[in-house]
């Protein structure tokens, strides 16, 4: 075998010792786990995003909040979003206390300020799962392959105790195998660490946008319940 094949990335880790393989295994593992949860995320931030956007397009362009409220309700998919669903609780708790407590405009702002609030915080729970684990795979990747490198660099070393005499060629195929480590893990940490930032940002645009909606609807209603 020459030596070029001797030194391809294939041969690298084939011929790597079992404790460095295990690692790549594992590093691999956390790539593939963490591309899936990237696409899966991706997918869902931009549909939620289109489903903001229709909503609040429905909502201004629409001054029948009644028939909004039939419409999100009766909406069996739950397909309409995040920004419906949190409209729904809002306005379903306003209906509920208006009807308990007619003329007591504080109550039914209270109430629907409540359950928006609780709606929001399990709609941002939701669009924040998969995130944890974006961090931890862009956090320890790095010294999961770098755990790696030190071994087939402490393995190659001892390797050395036995020949009479230390050349670069014998110590170079077990250096670049303890290395091939440290590259997989920073392929699985960089994308992960981008995608978590992105996302990151992407969901506090999406609750800031939330927020100011259920402020300017509890405007709305404040205005409706005089």
Known sequence: MSAHADMSILS??????????LVMALLLGISVASWTGIFRKGFVIRQEKR???RFED??????????????V?????????????????????????????????????????????AAMQREMDGLESGLPFLAS????????????TVWGIMNSFR????????????????IA???????????????????YNRYATEIDRLAN???????EFLNILQRQAR
Do not use: C, H
Not at 159 to 174: E, F, H, I, K, R
């Open 51 to 53: 489903n903001t956007r």
């Open 12 to 21: 690298l880790v084939l011929n790597a010792s079992l404790l460095v393989q």
């Open 137 to 148: 795979a862009g956090s320890v990747s790095p010294y999961i392959g770098l755990f790696g």
């Open 159 to 174: 390797g050395l105790a036995s020949v009479q005499q230390a050349t670069l060629a014998a110590v170079a195929p077990g």
């Open 177 to 195: 195998e303890a290395l091939v480590a440290t590259a997989i893990g920073l392929f699985a940490a960089i994308p992960a660490v981008v995608a």
């Open 58 to 71: 429905a909502f201004w362009t629409d001054g029948d909040l009644g028939a909004l409220y039939r419409e």
């Open 73 to 117: 309700s009766e909406a069996s998919d739950g397909g309409q979003g995040a920004l419906a669903r949190i409209f729904e609780s809002g306005m379903g708790e306003f209906l509920k206390v208006r009807q308990q407590k007619p003329g007591d405009v504080s109550a039914m702002l209270d109430g629907s300020r409540r359950a928006m609030r």
């Open 209 to 215: 946008r939330f927020e100011t909606f259920s402020e």
